[in-house]
């Protein structure tokens, strides 16, 4: 497991351990290979864009660094990115905070508390690069979601066992009703969302969605913005209300999260999902609603339930060091790990349930059928030891370059039509399993293997259909295709470069649906 107390708390020393965490990760994925121990301890000291934001990158109206040694650093980082990943860095600056060791082990303890077995399946939306899943039990598997590329792939190569999925949360298909459980962090920005007729609050969104995954009597336990309870508009509450049950909630101080690089009020609120028909079981109905509480001369609305549960906030209010006007900071009262422990102590004991109209996913899932050697006349095949040949006239022929036979690991130019060979017999099983009409979280694990293999080959050797181009003397223009210069020769070469649509000007490529 990460040493997660060993992240860095200065700005330049969080800056320093991201660019080394993503050197490491260029490294093992350019040889292909698992990250060592070392290698694993570097990559679980990154800290998130979040904390080195605004000083990593330049400042959006001027284009201007803090100052010149920033501006070398954020140079660095530009040239270890590519322009997607580098943009996708920036989207995800203003949400990418992590969460603190002793707040994510205090979330875990909760949700066993609550009952949780440890053999669950456990969503954690918005995961960063894992460290939910580095304390969490043996035996637990994760569905991880994370929008920044860097992050999830940092978290691929960390937790290799669990479904790390990179995209953004809002287009994951989760596996309905079938999830134990829910834990994390959820993102909080300005940003409004539809979801299902309403629109709402981009960390509201996270714990909608996120409970509507899980199973009847699942349980979730989330970090999330104080204005979610705190709101004079109710409607989220009443929403996740109509099929949950509000377990309790733990108003955090400011200073929780202050070494990961922000100082917000925040709340862990437990949620438990009721089986049809089942009777709403609050801890306390209050929960629901506001009052105003009298702060410096200043009323604030706060919610209910914690005015009647003082013992559940862990820091004295103060409209010191808040972050926006209206609002207010919960200043520390002590040992926040001791106070996290009587807390939870409070919080009602063994109420998961699973219902038997949702039982558990399958402790073992069905493997996939093993890919298919795709041995057809022209196709290019990796033979057990390795090298690379191709079906000439019904026999299998070496392949070579020059004077050299390739093989999948030697040269670049053989790794990366080992790659594609791959890619192609992903894609032809994931479209086996279209027509054969597999069970769908096998066709759901075909598509998940097509990404990652997609996703390795573009961050090595760039899109698929990558495209040179060199005006002659005479005025031609010369267009050539590097990364397929012996791969076009494949029958299903065209599958293969069907797999994501090109832009050729920008030379930039998005997946295509299969």
């Given amino acids: 497991m990460p040493d997660l107390a ?26 292909q290979r698992p990250a060592t121990a070392t290698e694993r301890r570097l990559l679980a000291r990154f800290p998130g864009f979040g904390p080195v934001a605004l000083r990593l990158f330049p400042d959006p109206v001027t284009g201007a660094y803090q100052d010149e040694a920033w501006r070398r650093l954020g140079a660095a980082l530009q040239a270890l990115l590519t322009p997607e990943d580098y943009a996708s860095a920036r989207r995800a600056t203003f949400t990418a905070f992590y969460t603190s060791s002793v707040v994510m082990q205090a979330m875990h303890d909760a949700l066993a508390r609550l009952g949780l077995p440890g053999a669950a399946t456990v969503l954690e939306p918005g995961c960063g690069i894992g460290h939910f899943m580095g304390v969490a039990p043996e035996g637990m598997r994760f569905i991880g979601v994370e929008l920044d590329n860097v992050s999830g792939r940092i978290a691929r190569a960390l937790y290799p066992e669990h479904d790390i999925r990179i995209e953004n949360f809002c287009d994951t298909s989760l596996p309905q009703g079938r999830i134990d459980a829910v834990i994390g962090n959820v993102p909080f920005a300005d940003v409004k969302l539809a979801y299902r007729g309403d629109r709402l609050a981009l960390h509201d969104y996270f714990l909608a969605k996120s409970l509507d995954a899980l199973k009847p009597g699942g349980v979730m336990a989330v970090v999330t913005s ?29 200073e929780a999260f202050t070494r990961e690089g922000t100082s917000v009020v925040t709340d862990i609120v437990c949620f438990r999902k009721r089986a049809g028909g089942e009777e709403p079981h609050h801890a306390d109905p209050a929960w ?54 009587e807390a939870i102590g409070r919080l009602p004991a063994g109420v998961y349930a699973a219902r038997p109209n949702a039982p558990d996913m399958p402790a073992r899932p069905q493997p996939l059928p093993p890919l298919e050697r795709h041995v057809t006349e022209g196709s290019f095949f990796v033979a057990d030891d390795r090298p690379i040949m191709q079906v000439q006239a019904g026999q299998a022929v070496p392949v070579t370059h020059g ?40 066709r759901h694990r075909a598509r998940h293997e097509l990404n990652r293999a997609y996703d390795r080959f573009v961050v090595l050797y ?14 031609t223009v010369v267009r050539r295709l590097p990364n397929l210069v012996v791969f076009r020769d494949d029958p299903d070469a065209m599958l293969v470069m069907s797999l994501e649509i090109y832009d050729e000007e920008a030379d930039t490529a998005r997946k295509a649906d299969i």
């Fill in 403 to 442: 004077d050299r036979t390739l093989t999948a690991d030697s040269t670049m130019m053989g790794r990366r039509l080992a790659a594609l060979i791959e890619i192609r017999d992903q894609a032809r099983r994931v479209l086996r399993s279209q027509h054969e009409v597999w069970p769908e979280e096998q």
């Fill in 462 to 475: 760039g899109p698929i259909n990558t495209t040179t181009r060199r005006t002659k003397e005479d005025g």
């Fill in 226 to 254: 104080h204005y979610t309870l705190d709101k004079q508009h109710l409607e989220i509450r009443e929403r996740l209300a109509q099929q949950a049950d509000f377990l309790g909630a733990i108003r955090l101080p400011s």
């Fill in 6 to 31: 060993s992240i860095a708390r200065g700005a330049k020393a969080k800056a320093y351990d991201l660019l080394a965490a993503i050197r490491t990760l260029q490294l093992i994925e350019r040889e």
């Fill in 288 to 341: 629901l609603e506001t009052e105003a509480l009298a702060m410096e001369g200043v009323d604030v609305p706060v919610n209910r339930y914690f005015l009647r549960h003082p013992e559940m906030v862990l820091g004295t209010w103060s409209r010191k060091d808040r972050l926006y006007d209206g609002a207010y900071s919960l200043a520390s009262g002590g040992d926040l790990a001791a106070q996290l422990r």
